[in-house]
């Protein structure tokens, strides 16, 4: 009987050859189906307690998309939505805050540590909702546009 000296070499080939073929690995795919919408985001700097002119820009882009505040003033801020919805917490000089989903209807916010300062950001259809309450200015003219 005679062995050949090919044949284990011709198994040890085949063994390589399958393991480097994959070996039942599988690459992970994407899911089927639409990816989601992109997401709108606005920064919205806060210059300084001058009232209507505190935020640029003010009203700020349209919602539905995210919102943050870049504080470029000297002094601590914090951001709350009038309505009570939201609240960034403290800002300091050179932060800026965590994005925020804006509501499609709009919105009305503050300063809470400077109650003069007050900032608007649209609706979806256009100008923000009429303000309403102490954080509100008697000239509304600088919130509906510019």
């Known amino acids: 009987m005679r062995f050949s000296t090919l044949a284990p070499i011709g198994a040890l080939a085949s063994l390589v050859g399958l393991a480097a073929c994959g070996g039942g690995y599988k690459a992970p795919t994407q899911p089927s189906g639409s990816p989601p919408p992109p997401t709108t985001s606005t920064s919205i700097t806060i210059a300084g307690d001058r009232g209507n002119q505190s935020f640029t820009p003010n009203p700020g882009a349209a919602s539905g998309g995210m919102v943050s505040w870049r504080n470029t003033d000297g002094v601590v801020h914090r ?38 300062m007050i900032g608007a950001i649209n609706a979806e259809s256009g100008p923000p909702p009429p303000c309403t309450g102490i954080y509100c200015s008697s000239d509304q003219s600088g919130l509906t546009g510019r």
């Not at 709350?80 to 800002?91: A, L, Q, R, Y």
């Open 79 to 116: 951001i709350k939505s009038n309505d009570g919805s939201f609240d960034t917490g403290d800002i300091a000089p050179g932060q800026t805050s965590a994005a925020r989903a804006v509501p499609a209807a709009g919105m009305n916010y503050h300063c809470s540590i400077h109650p003069g």
